[in-house]
Each structure stands twice: as structure tokens, then as C-alpha cells.
């Protein structure tokens, strides 16, 4: 059965980091992975994804220079490390992934989800 199961939700200031974790287990990653975040009343957005053969990842305009997605193969562990977060980064953050016949970028052919952890930024 595959799991993707999301670590290290929390609320913390605004200026603040958390590190988002995400364990995989019952299958072995091989296309690609994802960030997704939903905030209340709004779409889910696609924030950062990283392919997993290459390693080249890419961020939403939104995130990009705060947030940094990495994996850890031999844990079969995906990460974001969010810094400098603001009130507008609250949401609920959703790990993703896909295989070869999906995408990380479409929530919609997203093959995979987790079952989401909450991130709450305050001013």
C-alpha cells in the first residue's frame, strides 16, 4: 500500500522557518515529487517539485528564494525547507508524486498524495 506521510506542519512567526518531511513508503520514487499547499477558499497551487533522476527542481514565483525541496533517496524522504516565512505561506502543505505517466506540476495527474500537514505563518 503507498503512503506518503507529511511531518513538521506547525505555526510560527512571521521571519520563521519549519522543514516539511514526507515519508514514502510502498512503492520506490523514480519520475518525480512535489509540494502542493491549499489555503482556505483558494485553489491548491503547485509551489515546488524536483524530478528525481536529475535532481533539478523548480518553485512558484511565490516561494522561490525562501523555499529549497530536496530528497533524501535512501530514506525515500522528500523535504521543504521553508525560511523568511509571511502570513501568506498559511495553508495546508500536501506532498505529491508521479510517475512517469502523471505530472508534478498538474494536481490534477498528481498519481500520489499525502494526506497533508497544516502550516500556520502569524505577524
Known amino acids: 500500500q503507498v503512503q506518503l506521510v507529511e511531518s513538521g506542519g506547525g505555526s510560527v512567526q512571521a521571519g520563521g522557518s519549519l522543514r516539511l518531511s514526507c515519508a514514502v513508503s510502498g512503492f520506490t520514487i523514480r519520475y518525480c515529487m512535489a509540494w502542493f499547499r491549499q489555503a482556505p477558499g483558494k485553489e491548491r497551487e503547485g509551489i515546488a517539485r524536483i524530478y528525481i533522476g536529475s535532481g533539478t527542481s523548480y518553485y512558484s514565483n511565490s516561494v522561490k528564494g525562501r523555499f529549497t525541496i530536496s530528497q533524501d533517496n535512501a530514506k525515500n524522504t522528500l523535504y521543504l525547507q521553508m525560511n523568511s516565512l509571511i502570513p501568506d505561506d498559511t495553508a495546508m502543505y500536501y506532498c505529491?508524486?508521479?510517475?512517469?505517466?502523471?505530472?508534478?506540476?498538474?494536481?490534477?495527474?498528481?498519481?500520489?498524495w499525502g494526506q497533508g500537514t497544516q502550516v500556520t505563518v502569524s505577524s
Open positions: 505529491a508524486a508521479a510517475d512517469l505517466s502523471g505530472s508534478c506540476q498538474d494536481s490534477r495527474r498528481v498519481r500520489y
